[in-house]
């Protein structure tokens, strides 16, 4: 068997979850590019300009590990979940991952937390998520608990786990009582002072915060920001919406590129997210910057737009896998603003979203390969008002 990536796990059969290991990487893309293709078929993209697919590194990308815990509290296993084989050397992790998970197994028989037993719906640990910043290799630490019976040990051996692991920056517990297939609960602990991860992409200062979305794939999120500043950089934009923002890192980067290229303009930004956490990190990222004219809101990016009656230059849209839907889409036929900056993880839908945007041409289009060794990627396209 020919890997593209040396992996132990897979030639054993004990973890598939990269499904295309055994295709080299130039293959891993040309599928990837042709199903992007697939579903612009009906689109005039004549006049398209297709970038070089960005590439990953293929190997150590990951910058969170998201591990089950099963086992017994002697002895933990960290793995996906139904699996019983350790898979803290997983060649997608940080290589000193390893040494982390294995100070993580000493604390979790220190504070006697017995790991869920699924069948018997019994124990109390059910996942550690691990997140390292770039920045400074600061890591946020999460349990994911069936309660807060261990509470009490856990602060109790939590001074020796700081002493052991002193680049933790974040440390919680998340409780989540029921018996389904749901990562966490809504209920978050925090044993530290600091509640986010502080990143930076292309010096831009981002914040990682529990129970929020953010790339795992740092290299290639990067890449991703910075392309979205080259492309819109020079173009007659003053005013633009970030909707879907999360915690800015779209909306950021470009009104910093926007108002480096024209220093003199009034550069104005407003970002919409349904999460309050999202848009407290946003705005302290912008405060950060000492970007004026920025506001972020906690509301729903749709009806935001919907209930707007100014327009924008910019309208940037990085949804969820359902897309934008025929709704916000024809509401941006209707607003008219000169560019759109569509960011997609999955093409699928962003295929039926472009359909729906009659009045406008797809410009520039470029596949992100955020997920190698598998089917998902990303794509980033730019429209213009026809």
């Known amino acids: 068997m020919s890997l593209t990536l040396p992996c132990q796990h897979y030639e054993q059969n004990h973890c598939r979850s990269c499904q295309w290991l055994e295709l080299p990487y130039s293959a891993q893309l040309e599928r990837k590019t042709q199903h992007l293709k697939q579903q612009l078929t009906h689109l005039n993209c004549s006049q398209t300009a297709w970038i070089t697919p960005y590439q990953s590194p293929l190997s150590t990308f990951r910058n969170k590990a998201k591990m089950a815990v099963s086992g017994t509290v002697e002895r933990p296993i960290l793995s996906l979940p ?99 297939a749901i990562l966490e609960g809504e209920k978050e602990i925090f044993l530290t002072e600091q509640q986010t991860l502080e990143e930076s992409f292309n010096q831009i200062p981002l914040f990682i915060r529990p129970q929020g979305f953010f790339q795992t794939n740092p290299s290639v999120a990067s890449g991703l920001y910075a392309t979205a500043q080259n492309w819109i950089k020079n173009l007659p934009i003053e005013k633009l919406w970030d909707l879907f923002c999360g915690v800015g890192g779209f909306g950021l980067h470009c009104a910093k590129a926007l108002k480096q290229a024209n220093p003199t303009k009034k550069i104005e930004l407003i970002g919409i997210e349904i999460s309050p956490s999202a848009i407290k990190a946003a705005m302290l990222s912008a405060r950060q910057l000492g970007l004026e004219h920025v506001r972020f809101q906690p509301l729903d990016a749709t009806k935001f737009a919907l209930e707007q009656y100014q327009t924008p230059d910019l309208v940037i ?7 934008i839907g025929n709704k916000l889409a024809q509401f941006l036929n209707q607003l008219a603003p000169h560019f759109i900056l569509y960011s997609s993880c999955n093409a699928e839908t962003m295929g039926k979203d472009l359909g729906d945007l009659t009045h406008y041409q797809l410009e520039k289009i470029q596949l992100f390969d955020m997920f190698p060794h598998s089917h998902h990627y990303e794509v980033l396209c730019l429209l213009k008002k026809k």
């Open 82 to 180: 139904q699996n019983n084989v350790d898979l803290t050397d997983c060649p997608l992790y940080p290589t000193h991952f390893v040494a982390i998970f294995h100070i993580l197994k000493d604390f979790i028989a220190r504070a006697g937390l017995v790991p869920y037993n699924i069948t018997k719906q019994k124990g109390e640990l059910k996942y550690i998520l691990l997140t390292e910043s770039q920045l400074d290799g600061g890591l946020m630490l999460r349990f994911v608990l069936r309660s807060e019976t261990k509470l009490e040990l856990i602060q109790r051996e939590f001074a020796g786990l700081l002493k052991k692991l002193p680049q933790l920056k974040v440390v919680s517990l998340n409780i989540q009582p029921q018996h389904a």
């Open 317 to 323: 849209v990085n949804p969820p896998r359902r897309g």
